[in-house]
């Protein structure tokens, strides 16, 4: 990607393809070379666990259920995929974790059924295991010239409560509008006046998921008698308090705040309201 008066020229395949756009939007995910080597800085706060994601196949249909556990370690997520099959997030510490990808199938299986438990049926084949470091990473400043991050390349959040994709559709939307609005006004598109107010508008629910995910972690990673306590009095009381739940579910889901248009199912071409 290089800087140029107006325009920016993105170099694609060894210099086999150029194009030059008024705009470049990066979404290369949360190992983005390119925003580094844009010098976008990043901030980021690793957390000693890892992610182990698998497969594993069950003894009973999932009926479309996806299922979260809080263990000892961290949580535990089973999302339907397949015929009877789920694929498996498990937050571990980062040595477990290791120690898990080497455990014979069946000993793994059996760690899993026993902190798991059976409302899922019998777990009895697991496909390959990786693992991944977990952090919480957020670019600063994700414009530079005429090119902006969105999703992954933007910020990476902890899988606890499911956000990444969704916040990253969010920046889609809210990019879009911005698209939109520049377009009506007759505005460049990739100017740094809309490509920065679509990055202070954004940062704000952004920063939000990325505290209360954060937030999560934490509470659901310790295992100290007193703060054990406090949560489980905590969920139980959100359990009995429906509107409290709802505006739980709306914070942790991002929902929280004025939604771009697409976000809310209306069309593009109205602007903004
Ligand atoms: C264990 C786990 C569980 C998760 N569960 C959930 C969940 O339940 N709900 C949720 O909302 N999110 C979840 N997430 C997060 C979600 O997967 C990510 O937030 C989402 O995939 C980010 O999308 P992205 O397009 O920004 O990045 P990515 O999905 O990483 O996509 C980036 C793409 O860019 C490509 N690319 C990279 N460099 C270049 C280049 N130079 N040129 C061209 N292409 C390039 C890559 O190959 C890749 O295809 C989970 C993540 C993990 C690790």
């Known amino acids: 990607l290089e800087s140029l008066a107006g325009t ?5 395949d060894n210099d086999v393809n150029r194009i030059e756009a008024t705009l470049a939007v990066l979404a290369d995910g949360g190992r983005s070379t390119l925003g580094q080597s844009l010098g976008l800085t990043r901030q980021e706060t690793r957390y000693d666990q890892a992610a182990l994601v698998t497969t594993v196949g069950s003894d009973r249909a999932h009926e479309n259920r996806a ?7 961290g949580p535990l997520a089973l999302l339907p995929s397949g015929e009877n099959q789920f694929a498996l997030a498990w937050t ?5 974790a290791k120690s898990y990808i080497g455990l014979p199938d069946n000993d793994f299986l059996a760690r899993l059924q026993g902190v798991f438990g059976e409302r899922a049926g019998f777990f009895w084949r697991v496909g390959v295991r990786k ?8 670019i600063l400043q994700p414009v530079c010239g005429r090119t902006v991050a969105i999703g992954n390349a933007a910020h990476l959040v902890h899988p606890v409560a499911g956000q990444g994709f969704n916040l990253g559709l969010r920046d889609v939307a809210e990019l879009a509008e911005f698209i939109s609005e520049a377009l009506i006004l007759g505005d460049d598109i990739g100017s740094p006046d809309v490509l ?4 202070v508008s954004r940062r704000k629910q952004t920063r939000r998921v ?4 954060d937030g999560l972690v934490r509470l659901f990673s310790n295992e100290l008698p007193g703060i054990t306590l406090l949560r489980n009095a905590g969920l139980n009381t959100v359990e009995l308090l429906p509107p409290v739940k709802r505006l739980l ?4 889901a991002g929902l929280a705040g004025r939604l771009p248009r697409l976000a809310r199912g209306l069309p593009l071409e109205l602007g903004r309201s």
């Open 210 to 213: 990325l505290r209360f995910t």
């Open 131 to 138: 693992t991944y470091a977990l952090s919480l990473t957020e």
């Open 249 to 252: 579910l709306r914070r942790t």
């Open 8 to 12: 920016v020229r993105i170099q694609t």
């Open 92 to 96: 571990l510490p980062v040595d477990k």
């Open 196 to 199: 920065s107010r679509y990055a």
């Open 67 to 73: 299922y979260e556990r809080f263990t000892p370690y």
